[in-house]
Structure formats: C-alpha cells, structure tokens
C-alpha cells in the first residue's frame, strides 16, 4: 500500500464541484486583486478566530514580518522566541534588524515558559509564542510575563487553526496573531497565502497599506510598503474551504486517536497526547518520537509509508544563520522526531497500514 504524505489529488476530487465554481466565477467576473471575495474571507477568518480585523497576505511569512515592522520593532531590539520552528519566525525578526533570543521547548515541543523570564533584558521588546502542530502554547504563563515585562506578544498560529486553550481560539491572545495557508496547512490554499489578526485598528489599516506598496485606502501613499497580497481567488477558495474546518478538525482527531490506540503499547515510542483539559489540539501534524527514528524511517519508506522529518538540524546548529545557543530538548526532537501521514482524506485502511508497519519495525 502507498500512504502519501499529503494527497493534493484526492482533496481536489473531493471538491472538484466548488472548486471549480469558484474558479469560473473569478476568472469569468475578472475580480483578482483586493476585491469583494477576499474582504468577504477577511471578515469570516476574524469572526473565526475571535479578533476584531483580518489581513490577507501572501504568505505566513511575510505576516510576521508585518507584525513586527507594525509593532513598532526597530533595529537592536531583542525578541524572544524558540528555534524549533519553522525558519520563517527567526527570520521576520531577523530581516527587521532585531536579535531573536531563543529560548528551549517543553514536553510538548512548545515554547517552555519556565525559560521566558531569564531570556528577558533591557532591549526586549516582544514575544513570539509558536503553537506547533496544532496545540496551543500556554498562554495564560506567557500573557503574565508579558503584561509583567511590557512586551508585545505575536502569535505565530501558522500550524494551530482552530486550536484551542481554554476555549479561547489561537490567534487570539496576542497583539497579534498570523495564519499561513501554505497547502498542507489544515486550512490550505493552492499555493501561498497568509493571514494577520489583531483587535488593533491601527495595527490593521498599517499592515493594509504595507501589503498594498504604502498605498492607503483614501488613494494616497503613506511611505514605501510591499506588495504582499491574497489575491482573490485564493481568497475565495479559503473562504469556501473554511466551513470544512469543523468537519476536517473532527477527522483529524479520530487519526490521532487511532494512531494511539495503535501505538501506544510500544514502549519505544512517544506519542503526542498529553491529556491536559486546558488545550484542544488539532494536530496540524502527529509528530512520534523515538530514538530509533532514522531507521525507523528507513523502514516506513521501504514499505510505502511516506513521513517527513521537519527539522532534522537544529535551527540554530545551521551554521549560515548565527544563531549561537545552547537548546539541549531542541536538539533532542531533532534526533528523534517524525510526522506521520495525517490529513482528512487519509482512509481508515491507510491508518492500520501505517500502524500495522510501525509495530511490524519494533517487532
């Protein structure tokens, strides 16, 4: 059996009908760029997440760029964060001329907020929770130390829509939040595509006028910007794919409980469920670890099980990037994490397949 990664085909097959409706309707009424459909996914995004206004970009990225050049970010400024992340959180901190400061990851590849207070100095400025693979971070320790400090915080939710604490949404704890549509993201586009949210009026119609090359919506200029842009038609599919985000949450989470309930006897393994009522995850990915990882891929691509391993260098043990910390849990999921296929088109069969040959490896 073939388990893929992700399957691009068969999430389109399954909704060939609106999607190309959606594509006729764009191509046919000519409306591409800043128009009624992406204003249309803006308001439902922000109603989604709980945040008074949304931003469409084109990119997640440039999101957290745009949060800190409109946070007030200057060059020497420190910022706070972790390096088991995705490259893109260090470098929006870095290509605003600030200094990230990274700090390690807990039990649950978050940010350990144990560590966030000794990391603190006199030119820290702000706080760049990741909630990775679709769990929150905790929230509640990280908005104290904020209020404490007087740091800004951006959420960085590219892999956490729909997550949860406290019943409170991701995305919207902090001064502001971003969201990548990148396609394999639970919400994903076909091809790039971002969102900023913030309860921050001023915050918005600033990163308005940045993705629009400074142009601000009276027609006048208001300084240099970018051009960074959800085009509409991305705009419309999201929108459209955002009243599946219940159902594709649902299915996620009966994977991952499968995956357990299949798992779970190998000592070897550890298995992403930490059973805290305070946190809804989504599991954007189920990521295993085990000290056996590298053959245990080997394995799992033998026999047809595609799996992928994000990070396997330290972000900050990149030797172009000048990061120079010492991050031990960091280097530790390094060694020995992978994510398993796990996305809502995956069959049951697929599931035990994937079980079936785990346990067949540990056997």
Not at 113 to 136: C, D, F, Q, W, Y
Not at 162 to 172: D, I
Not at 307 to 323: A, C, Q, R, V, Y
Request: net charge neutral.
């Amino acid at each position: 059996m073939k388990v893929p990664f992700v399957n691009y085909p068969e999430h389109y097959r399954r909704l060939k009908p609106e999607l190309d409706n959606i594509y006729f309707e764009i191509m046919n009424g000519g409306d591409f760029i800043l128009r009624q459909h992406l204003e249309d996914f803006e308001q439902n995004i922000a109603n989604f997440i709980g945040t008074k206004y949304a931003v469409g970009l084109n990119s997640g990225t440039d999101a957290l760029f745009f949060s800190l050049k409109a946070i007030g970010i200057q060059p020497g400024d420190e910022v706070i964060t972790v390096a088991h992340t995705f490259l893109a959180t260090v470098g929006a901190i870095v290509n605003n001329g600030a200094k990230p400061v990274l700090v390690d990851v807990g039990y649950d590849h978050n940010i350990d907020v144990s560590l966030i207070e000794k990391a603190i100095t006199k030119k820290t400025k702000a706080i760049i929770p990741v909630h990775l693979n679709g769990r929150v971070c905790d929230m509640d320790s990280i908005m104290e130390i904020a209020e404490n400090y007087h740091l800004k915080v951006i959420e960085d939710s590219a892999q956490a829509l729909g997550a949860k604490y406290k019943n409170k949404k991701a995305g919207s704890f902090g001064l502001t939040s971003i969201f990548s549509f990148y396609p394999a993201k639970i919400l994903g586009t076909a091809g790039d595509g971002g969102m900023l949210c913030t309860d921050d009026k001023n915050i918005a119609i600033a990163v308005r006028e940045l993705r629009d090359n400074g142009r601000t919506a009276t027609g006048g200029v208001n300084g240099y910007g970018y051009c960074s842009r959800l085009d509409n038609l991305h705009a419309a599919i999201l929108d459209m794919k955002l009243q599946h985000i219940p159902n594709w949450i649902n299915r996620r989470k009966d994977i991952a409980i499968s995956y357990y309930q299949g798992l779970k006897q190998i000592t070897e393994l550890k298995l992403p469920h930490y059973y805290d009522i305070r946190f809804y995850d989504v599991y954007q990915n189920y990521v295993i670890q085990t000290t056996k990882r590298d053959q245990l891929v080997q394995h799992l691509r033998k026999n047809g099980v595609e799996i992928l391993i994000s990070w396997p260098t330290p972000m900050h043990k990149e030797p172009t990037l000048n990061l120079n910390f010492k991050l031990p849990k960091t280097e530790e999921l390094s060694r020995t994490v992978l994510s398993l296929p796990l996305y809502p088109e995956l069959s049951n069969n697929q599931v035990n397949y994937v079980i079936e040959t785990i346990k067949e490896f540990f056997r």
